[in-house]
Nanobody, 130 residues
Framework: QLQLVESGGGLVQPGGSLRLSCAASGFTLDNYPIGWFRQAPGKGREGVSCMAPSDGSTYYAASVKGRFTISRDNAKNTVYLQMNNLKPEDTAVYYC???????????????????????WGQGTQVTVSS
């Protein structure tokens, strides 16, 4: 059974840091495009950061570029999202996702709203507040 499980969310003050983890089971993550998405209350889904399996090329939303870093540990079959200098507007439920490799690059699939990634975690809450 293919499964993604996120962890690492929580409450942090503005300017603080968190590292989200996404552990995969039932499949090997390094063969799949991977991504982190978020959804804030009353807002739609936003692609935060995605990574291609082949060359490791990445996409970052403009709102997080320079503050967030996506990475993958193939030995642990785990994806991470390091989030620094967090802002109140980063408050959301964060989801990791994996996708069956296709023709579109992650720079597209990360942002196309009606593009459905194949596998999703259950989400982890990140709250940035003083």
């Amino acid at each position: 059974q293919l499964q993604l499980v996120e962890s690492g969310g929580g409450l942090v003050q503005p300017g603080g840091s968190l590292r989200l983890s996404c552990a995969a089971s039932g499949f090997t993550l390094d063969n799949y495009p991977i991504g982190w998405f978020r959804q804030a209350p009353g807002k739609g889904r936003e692609g935060v950061s995605c990574m291609a399996p082949s060359d490791g090329s990445t996409y970052y939303a403009a709102s997080v570029k320079g503050r967030f870093t996506i990475s993958r540990d193939n030995a642990k079959n785990t994806v991470y999202l390091q989030m620094n200098n967090l802002k109140p507007e980063d408050t959301a439920v964060y989801y990791c996702a994996a996708d069956t490799p296709g023709d579109l690059p992650v720079q597209a699939t990360c942002v196309i709203l009606n593009y459905e990634w194949d596998y999703w975690g259950q989400g982890t809450q990140v709250t940035v507040s003083s």
